[in-house]
């Protein structure tokens, strides 16, 4: 078997997840430290492996969120993100999406860098990808949505003190039409039809927008498959072995 080696490294070997040849307990703590820590994993499947990230609970950006509420930090994914993208022992990755949204820009810069991976790269909601949840939905190269799961698009909100003058209208126009710019960019929805789904006022009660299954995602062009956990393993499998040819 042909053993891979970390970017950098002049020839030393780097031990391979699918050269183990069973879990060992010091593994299976080195494993579980991982999900803690970073909320990920590394599987391989015969000699392919993955990396295999969630992004869950609210995106914390440059506050500190509560400690009850369940975050996910962007200076601990970007870096990941980035030492995926230049690690050859890995050749895919896979996110796990269940989000309620979060900080704007953090969402974004994470969105961005998932975008520029040259790495097969494959999502999928599962529970909930709201809000920002919805640019880093779409920014892998293909994107997947369990049939039980929602998308809620909405305008751009803010909390605590707002001026009611012209500048602060105009900068939240232009925060907006950062995350419509990205979205359409990709995905398969149109400008027009997607302001129209942030913008509904007949669907939401308390709020501007609208809240898309699974099914209806698709249909929009926001999400590219209604499928399973199962489904986007297998296509981000298939992906690296189309990229490897």
């Known amino acids: 078997m042909t053993r891979k ?8 070997y780097v031990p391979n997840p699918c050269d183990e040849p069973k879990e060992t307990e010091d593994s299976r703590e080195e494993k579980q430290e991982q999900i803690n820590e970073a909320g990920s994993i590394i599987a391989c499947h015969k000699d392919k492996i993955i990396h ?27 870096p990941l993100l980035v030492s995926i993208e230049e690690d050859d022992r890995i050749d895919g990755l896979l996110i796990l999406l269940n989000t309620v949204g979060g900080d704007v820009e953090a969402g974004l810069a994470i969105a961005e860098v998932i975008s520029g991976m040259k790495k097969p790269t494959v999502s999928i909601v599962l529970g909930g990808g709201h809000s920002i949840g919805i640019p880093l939905a779409v920014s892998a190269k293909k994107s997947f949505i369990a049939k039980s799961a929602s998308m809620t698009v909405h305008p751009v909100r803010t909390t605590g003190l707002t001026l009611g003058v012209p500048q602060t209208f105009e900068y939240f126009r232009r925060m907006q039409d950062r995350i419509t710019n990205f979205v359409v960019e990709n995905s398969a929805v149109s400008r027009e039809r997607y302001a129209q789904l942030v913008l509904n006022t007949g669907e939401l009660v308390m709020d501007v927008g609208t809240i898309l299954d ?13 499928g399973t956990v199962s489904e986007a393993i297998d296509a981000l499998y298939e992906m690296i072995e189309n990229s490897s040819r």
């Not at 080696?5 to 030393?12: H, L, M, S, T, V």
């Not at 995602?217 to 926001?222: D, F, Q, T």
């Open 5 to 12: 080696k970390a970017a950098g490294e002049r020839g030393d």
């Open 52 to 78: 295999c990230l969630t992004i869950i609970g609210q995106i914390e950006g440059h506050y500190l969120l509560p400690q009850s509420n369940k975050t996910t930090k962007y200076e601990h994914i970007i």
């Open 214 to 226: 699974g099914e209806r995602a698709v249909r929009e062009g926001l999400i590219d498959a209604v």
